[in-house]
């Protein structure tokens, strides 16, 4: 037998071997440090992204669509920290496993560390943000790093005498207690420290603060068509009822990206084309420069449950989606207009959707203020009527003029509606549902929608009683949802409370339930509450 460990003793056959514990620790200590010295490489180069951020990616995007659903609808937004901590333990696992492979096979252990770091580098190689060359030179240093640090810990290591050898006084190198932990110990700190600061580095470097700094510091200017005055009759106010506006802090998130894209402004630019006439692209300062819109819009997501909090209303600024298109002259064949972002995300909606519906745009500026990270810096599609997985593309990078048959969008594949129109719906939101309150007057107040057709009427029943009709604030558009409430002379006992809305168009909302997939929840919210005695 010939001893291949990594720092294997020239020594015979059943040489004392690194002890378990010792090879998985050394193992797991070269995972770290080939991942920490990737990550730090990713916060350097531009084109370069964390590899452990890229596995995660590939993962979300290889489920099967109704596994992606079941994640999101069980982990809500922790599905994607989960996710990551998930790629970490496999890491680690793997890690562990290469180390006690190390104890016999140092060149087997070697490959193992090369094929963890492949495993990143596919992954990056399947990221429209990185570059191929950049994801293999980082790849290779990270493997490089783990293999050395693999064979340098394992020389280290303290021994146990090989199951068959020599044991007692007679086993030679086998150590004694105590014998050769330390310079294992200064070693294994050594490395420990070496993973964390890579990985702490690497991450502070692409870190959220700079392009941070950058929006806060910018100014959008003032919308040649501005929003009409918000009557204040268009807030009721009640306590506990959604605000008309949405804070942007407070905004639902709903998005694949496992970190959020941070773009800087100055380096990005909007492109149209496909089936167009002439092609072009607009920088940030061009998009900025142009005549503004500014429009209240109801954003839904498909995946909102009937009663679900994936719905908000915001103001958003920004160019006419017909403005641009218009400018680059659509071609006759052209039927879908496909909205792609910086991370490869694509949704899209037909041409006639688009030119119909006149404050589609793509904003620049929500409630006030520069688009959040988080919903879209620094561009992004709104599309009033349309669920935002067909719409609403964030971190906007292209428009493409194309058709249904040559290409879908993310979702569409992944067992999703190929059209979405946001289907007319209401919500209870006071009182909250499964509470207790106190006998006497109470209001039933909530918001109803039905973005491009407006809401017309909105009535509540308790329990088997009749249908009444709710107060409806002042309508702001057609865009955006109301507030509605129905004071209720609440009686004592368990009640159940439901709500339905009709649209502009007076068609109501069905009493048929209909899951989320593939074109969203159909029915109507209802709710327990327990009314005291007063
Ligand atoms: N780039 C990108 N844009 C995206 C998505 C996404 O996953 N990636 N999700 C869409 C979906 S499904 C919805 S509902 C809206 C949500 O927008 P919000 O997070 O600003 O509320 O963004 C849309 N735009
Ligand atoms: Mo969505």
């Given at each position: 037998?010939t ?9 015979g056959?059943?040489?004392p071997?690194?002890?378990?514990g010792?090879?998985?620790l050394?193992?797991l ?38 596994l992606?659903?079941?994640a999101?609808?069980?982990?809500g937004?922790?599905d ?19 180390g ?27 990221d ?5 060359v950049?994801?293999?030179l980082?790849g ?5 790093a ?20 020599r044991t ?5 190198p ?20 070496v993973?964390?600061?890579g ?6 470097l692409?870190s959220?603060d ?16 501005p ?7 268009a ?14 802090e ?5 998005d ?6 941070q ?37 839904t997501?498909?995946s909102n ?12 600024q920004?160019?006419?989606l017909?403005?641009l298109?218009d ?9 879908q207009?496909?909205?792609?972002s ?6 899209g ?23 959040p990270?988080?919903?879209?810096f620094?561009a ?11 719409s609403a ?9 194309t058709?249904?048959e040559?290409?879908l969008?993310?979702w ?5 509606a ?6 007319t719906?209401s ?31 909105v ?7 009749p ?5 409806l ?7 955006t ?8 002379d ?9 709500v ?12 048929q339930?209909?899951?989320?997939a ?17």
């Amino acid at each position: 037998m010939t001893t291949t460990t990594p720092g294997a003793r020239p020594v015979g056959p059943a040489a004392p071997l690194p002890s378990r514990g010792a090879a998985a620790l050394s193992g797991l200590l070269a995972t770290a440090v080939a991942l920490g010295i990737a990550e730090l490489l990713a916060g350097v180069l531009p084109g370069m992204r964390s590899l452990v951020l890229a596995v995660g990616d590939a993962v979300v995007d290889a489920v099967p669509g109704w596994l992606e659903r079941a994640a999101i609808a069980t982990l809500g937004t922790a599905d994607k920290p989960v996710l990551v901590a998930a790629v970490l333990v496999v890491c680690a696992l793997l890690g562990v496993a290469v180390g006690l492979l190390g104890r016999r096979h140092g060149s087997a252990a070697s490959a193992g560390v090369v094929g963890v770091a492949a495993l990143g580098v596919a992954a990056a190689l399947t990221d429209v943000r990185t570059t191929p060359v950049l994801a293999v030179l980082v790849g290779a240093v990270g493997a490089l790093a783990g293999i050395a640090t693999l064979t340098v810990l394992l020389r280290a290591a303290p021994r146990v005498a090989a199951p068959g050898g020599r044991t007692g006084a007679d086993a030679g190198p086998a150590d004694g207690p105590g014998v050769r932990r330390r310079p294992f110990l200064r070693l294994v700190v050594v490395a420990a420290a070496v993973a964390t600061a890579g990985a702490t580095a690497g991450r502070w470097l692409t870190s959220t603060d700079r392009v941070e700094q950058i929006r806060a510091a910018l100014r959008i200017p003032r919308p040649a068509v501005p929003a009409g005055p918000v009557p204040p009759e268009a807030d009721l106010e009640i306590p506990g009822l959604t605000p008309l506006f949405v804070p942007n802090e407070e905004f639902y998130r709903i998005d694949t990206a496992l970190t959020i894209p941070q773009v800087d402004p100055e380096a990005w630019s909007l492109s149209i084309e496909g089936m167009v006439d002439s092609p072009y692209r607009l920088t940030y300062a061009e998009l900025l420069e142009m005549p503004h819109l500014e429009a209240d819009i109801t954003l839904t997501c498909v995946s909102n449950e009937v009663g679900g909090g994936l719905v908000g209303n915001a103001r958003w600024q920004g160019v006419p989606l017909r403005t641009l298109l218009d400018r680059a002259g659509l071609q006759p064949g052209a039927t879908q207009v496909l909205g792609r972002s910086v991370d490869g995300f694509t949704a899209g909606f037909p041409v006639l959707t688009a030119l119909d519906v006149e404050d589609a745009m793509v904003a620049v500026a929500m409630n006030g203020e520069p688009l959040p990270a988080v919903h879209g810096f620094p561009a992004r599609l709104v599309v009033p009527g349309l669920y935002g997985y067909v719409s609403a593309t964030k971190w906007l990078s292209s428009i493409e003029l194309t058709t249904f048959e040559d290409e879908l969008g993310y979702w569409i594949p992944r067992g999703w509606a190929r059209e979405g129109p946001i289907k007319t719906q209401s919500r209870i939101d006071v009182p909250r549902r499964a509470s207790t309150i106190t006998a006497g007057r109470q209001p039933i107040a909530g918001v109803a929608w039905a973005p491009t057709r407006g809401i017309e009427q909105v009535e509540v029943r308790v329990d088997d009683g009749p249908w009444q009709s709710a107060r409806l604030a002042a309508a702001l558009d057609v865009d955006t949802w109301r507030q509605w409430v129905l004071e209720w002379d609440a009686t004592p006992g368990r009640h159940t409370l439901s709500v339905r809305a009709s649209d502009g168009t007076g068609e109501t909302q069905t009493d048929q339930r209909t899951p989320v997939a593939p074109d969203g929840a159909a029915g109507r919210h209802t709710i327990q509450v327990l009314v005291e005695p007063a």
